[in-house]
C-alpha cells in the first residue's frame, strides 16, 4: 500500500473528482477545503487495507479496482463501483472497523482524513457534515433494502414443502 498526499490547486478541481457522487454535491469551496486533507491510496492485489477491529483511519473512495469485503473470514460484499464509499461506518461512528477489505486488483481509492471534521472551517464543517449524512443515509437505506432483499430470498429457499 502507498499512500501520497493529494496535490491540489486551488482553483482547479478535476473533474474525474468533481465527479464523484459524494463531492459532485458539495458547493465548491467545501471541497476545495476538504481537498487539503484528502490522499490518494495505492493497493496491490490481494492486499487487505481495512482491518476487522483495526482503527478508523479515514473515509475510502474508490477511484479504480475491485474490492472484496469480509467478515469472520466470509465474504459479504464485493464493490467495484468508481465512487462507492468503503471505512464509512467507521468514520461515522469513530469506532473500529467491522470488515476486512481487500483489493482484489491492483486498485486506488481516495481517503479523506479522519480528522478532516476538526479542520475545517466552521462555515465549511456544516454544509460537508450535512451533505454527508444525507448521502451516507441514502446509501446506507440502500444497502439495508439490498440486505433484506437477500435475506427475504435466503430464508424463502429454505422452506421446503412435502
Do not use: C, W
Not at 6 to 23: C, E, V
Not at 36 to 61: M, N, P
Amino acid at each position: 500500500m502507498q499512500e501520497i498526499p493529494y496535490n491540489h490547486q486551488r482553483g482547479n478541481i478535476p473533474a474525474s473528482i468533481s465527479m464523484i457522487p459524494l463531492f459532485a454535491q458539495l458547493k465548491e469551496a467545501t471541497l476545495e477545503e476538504l481537498l487539503g486533507h484528502a490522499s490518494i491510496v495505492q493497493l496491490d492485489a490481494g492486499e487487505t487495507f481495512l482491518k476487522e477491529g483495526g482503527r478508523a483511519t479515514g473515509l475510502f473512495i474508490i477511484l479504480k479496482g475491485k474490492f472484496e469485503v469480509s467478515k469472520n473470514g466470509r465474504a459479504v460484499a464485493t464493490l467495484a463501483k468508481a465512487g462507492e464509499l468503503l471505512g464509512e461506518m467507521s468514520f461515522i461512528l469513530n469506532q473500529p472497523h467491522q470488515a476486512n477489505v481487500t483489493a482484489k486488483s491492483q486498485a486506488t481509492v481516495f481517503k479523506i482524513d479522519s480528522h478532516v471534521m476538526d479542520a475545517l472551517p466552521d462555515d465549511h464543517y456544516d454544509h460537508f457534515q450535512g451533505t454527508m449524512y444525507r448521502y451516507l443515509t441514502k446509501l446506507l437505506a440502500e444497502r439495508l433494502m439490498k440486505t433484506s432483499e437477500q435475506l427475504t430470498r435466503s430464508q424463502s429457499e429454505d422452506i421446503y414443502y412435502l
